[in-house]
C-alpha cells in the first residue's frame, strides 16, 4: 500500500457520504493532479522541478516523495472510483406505483363519471 498511515489507523473506519456529482469532481480534481504532478515530477528532462517537489515536500513535512504521492493520489483514485462505482450498482429505481383509474372508466353506459348524461332524440 502506498498510503502512508499513522500507527494505530489501520483499524478504524471513517464513513462519509457525497453528493454523487461531488464524488465525481473531487475524482475528477484528484485525477488532474495526478496528472500534473506525474508530468512535472517525472519528467527526466527537467529534473531541477522534480528536486523543487522534493525540497516542497520535505519542507512542509510530508511524509510522500513525488513518487510516493503520485502513487498514494493513483491508490486514492482507484478506492474512491470503485467505492462510486458500487455505490450507483446498488441504487434502485423506485418502484412505480400503478396510476389510480380516471373516474369515467368504471363509468356505467350512458353515465360519465357517475353522472347521468342526458340523451337527445331528434
Not at 502512508?4 to 457520504?17: A, F, N
Not at 454523487?20 to 475524482?27: K, T, V
Not at 488532474?32 to 522534480?50: F, K, N, S, W, Y
Not at 450498482?89 to 412505480?96: E, F, G, S, T, V
Request: aromatic letters at 2%; one cysteine or more; glycine letters at 6%.
Amino acid at each position: 500500500m502506498t498510503l502512508i498511515s499513522q500507527p494505530g489507523s489501520d483499524y478504524r473506519l471513517t464513513e462519509i457520504t457525497l453528493d454523487l456529482g461531488c464524488a465525481r469532481d473531487i475524482i475528477h480534481l484528484l485525477i488532474d493532479i495526478h496528472g500534473l504532478l506525474a508530468e512535472l515530477c517525472l519528467d527526466g528532462a527537467r529534473p531541477q522541478v522534480t528536486a523543487l517537489a522534493e525540497a516542497s515536500l520535505r519542507e512542509c513535512d510530508s511524509p510522500y516523495t513525488p513518487d510516493a504521492l503520485i502513487s498514494a493520489l493513483d491508490e486514492v483514485i482507484t478506492h474512491l472510483t470503485g467505492a462510486m462505482r458500487d455505490a450507483v450498482l446498488h441504487i434502485q429505481q423506485p418502484a412505480r406505483q400503478p396510476s389510480p383509474p380516471h373516474p369515467d372508466q368504471h363509468a356505467r353506459p350512458g353515465q360519465a363519471g357517475g353522472k347521468q348524461q342526458a340523451q337527445s332524440s331528434l
